[in-house]
């Protein structure tokens, strides 16, 4: 019987890892061993074409040296915290005001709020150049509306605009999905508790700060961290927007690394730049995750 | 409960509406904008920018569709990303099956190590697998595409099933086991026609990364005459920058499967981002 059993077991794992096999194939050669492979370029000088030199930390000096690579360093930083900040703070506030609102009516309005979180970020990018365009866009449309002619400018071609504009979209496309998250949250707290806030007299920002958000904090967390992960992804929208401009003003590390390896052959020092972002992409969601630390309750 | 304090709770109520509404105006126009102008013709566009076409012209899609070769593109983009989903799908369910159910030594740490890929900025992967790519001679081709897509999709396809296989109650796999099913067969009979939900969740979220991925195709296509839904409209916007109908019209084209796809499974979507995240 003890045999038996065993034999089948073994048979089990051996089923198992041939299941497991094509999925780890696909996925040791498109991101286990570029990922290695770029950590070990980042210690070596290569141009594409010549033989592999090992240069120690020479490629991190050169990065950090540069003025653009640190310019675009802060860049990635600002434009992922700053619109991460606001749009987990929106998204929890519209996950609020949406419960408050009748169950079909709060449906079509989640559907619309979460509809730019699954729209291509090129796109995004492209949707949003019409918006700051300074002759016909939108934005500068509305402010001429309402007479206020003096703010309408070049909003992407404006040095101290630009990063602003670009936070913006982020915010438009990802506080949908805070809501969506947390409205799910509010939705597991149980009815009793709100009914009993009520009757002790708490109003809706009394209910709101003392009761739902302790509640929530683990899913504002994960929201939280989930942003920032896509928000650290630039590249497209970046790309689309500004490319990077006017000059460097709007410049991404993804969008550095690229222009480094592919147009000046740096291979070493954009891998560097790759590492470096990693790392500071897994300090700031350790921050993150450790500032909004909250306990599960069970209900 | 006095009628003054329903009344004030009426007025936060509307109050609230307002705000909602706002962010739901916001949210919209941008996108509505788009449908709009793909629907003007070039003089109207300049004479009525916001609102709704007097008359409606077909012109500019059929100009991106045609002449800016959109269609050509969208082709392209559905044959890459069906055969790289259908490849995710797959072998996703067969890992997730494999790591949730079939004694794989070391599974959680599998897991672990899948899930972290996904916090990786993806950049830094572009530079050597380009490397890797052209060592293989395929860079400018489908599959230059198709298999980077399939290895990038997997990571969050296999947690997803892994969850899904997890809640499955094991007493219906041993018994299966038990009457002398092969493993194939349990998974054929038993488990296929119980995943379907877990299949919709995982096909959107492949879809929705797929579909619009702009920088590996960039590089990857940047020598070629291929080039993806997404890399043609940006190669479009350099050539017709100024043309707003026909970019509409192509920007339209590329988000109304995303669109139609989202509507039909929206359910499952919502389940599967908060599923995993919220019990209930």
Not at chain 2, 20 to 33: G, Q, R
Not at chain 2, 115 to 127: A, D, H, K, R, Y
Request: include cysteine.
């Amino acid at each position: 019987m003890n045999d038996t059993r065993s034999s089948l077991q073994r048979k089990t794992t051996f089923t198992g890892l041939l299941f497991l096999l094509p999925a780890l194939t696909f996925i040791l050669f498109s991101i286990f061993i570029p990922t290695v492979w770029n950590f070990l370029l980042s210690f070596q000088e290569w141009d594409g074409f010549q033989q592999y030199r090992w240069v120690g930390m020479a490629n991190y000096v050169q990065a950090f040296e540069d003025r653009v690579t640190r310019n675009s360093l802060y860049n990635s930083i600002f434009i992922a915290v700053i619109s991460t900040f606001f749009a987990v703070v929106i998204g929890i506030a519209l996950a609020a005001l949406i419960y408050r609102l009748g169950r079909k009516e709060g449906a079509v309005y989640r559907l619309i709020l979460f509809m730019p979180s699954m729209l291509p970020i090129a796109i995004i990018g492209l949707l949003f150049t019409f918006m700051y365009n300074p002759e016909m866009g939108l934005v500068n449309a509305f402010l001429r509306a309402i007479g206020m002619d003096s703010f309408a400018k070049a909003w992407l071609e404006n040095k101290d605009t630009v990063l602003w504009s670009i936070v913006i979209v982020g915010i438009w496309r990802i506080a949908g999905l805070t809501m969506m998250l947390c409205f799910a949250a509010i939705q597991n707290i149980p009815a009793s508790l709100f009914e009993s806030a009520r009757l002790d007299g708490a109003g809706f920002m009394k209910q709101f700060f003392q009761l739902v958000l302790p509640l929530i904090k683990p899913i504002v967390q994960l929201s939280a961290v989930f942003t920032l992960v896509m928000q650290f992804k630039t590249y497209d929208l970046v790309f689309v927007m500004t490319q990077g401009g006017p000059g460097s003003a709007s410049k991404t590390i993804p969008l550095h690394m690229i222009d480094t390896a592919f147009t000046y052959n740096e291979f070493g020092v954009s891998a560097a730049m790759g590492f470096i972002l990693t790392v500071i992409v897994a300090i700031i969601i350790l921050l993150t995750s450790r500032l909004l630390r909250g306990e599960y309750y069970e209900y | 409960m006095s009628t003054n304090s329903i009344s004030t709770e009426r007025k936060t109520a509307s109050f609230h509406r307002i705000i909602v509404l706002a962010f739901i105006l916001i949210t919209i126009y941008p996108i509505l904008f788009v449908v709009l102008t793909s629907l003007k013709e070039t003089e109207e566009f300049y004479t009525n920018i916001w609102w709704l076409p007097e008359k409606t012209a077909w012109g500019n899609f059929k100009e991106a569709w045609v002449d800016a070769r959109i269609g050509e593109y969208f082709a392209t983009s559905l044959y890459v990303v069906s055969i790289s989903l259908f490849l995710i799908l797959l072998f996703g369910a067969l890992a997730g099956y494999a790591l949730a159910r079939l004694e794989v030594p070391f599974s959680k740490t599998i897991l672990f190590l899948l899930l972290s890929t996904t916090f990786l900025p993806s950049e830094t992967v572009i530079m050597p697998l380009y490397i890797m790519m052209s060592k293989l001679d395929l860079v400018g081709t489908a599959a230059g595409l198709i298999i980077p897509y399939t290895g990038w999709g997997l990571p969050i396809t296999i947690y997803i099933f892994y969850g899904f296989f997890k809640s499955l109650p094991s007493e219906l796999l041993e018994a299966a086991r038990v009457d002398g099913c092969t493993e194939m067969k349990a998974f054929g009979k038993i488990i296929i026609p119980l995943m379907m939900p877990a299949v919709a969740t995982c096909a959107i979220f492949g879809f929705v990364g797929l579909w619009g991925e702009l920088l590996w195709a960039s590089i990857a296509l940047s020598m070629s005459d291929l080039r993806t839904l997404p890399f043609g409209i940006i190669s479009f916007q350099s050539q017709f920058g100024t043309d707003w109908g026909p970019m509409s019209a192509a920007i339209c084209l590329i988000l109304i499967p995303l669109i139609v796809f989202f509507l039909f499974v929206q359910k499952y979507f919502v389940q599967g981002i908060t599923g995993g995240a919220v019990k209930g």
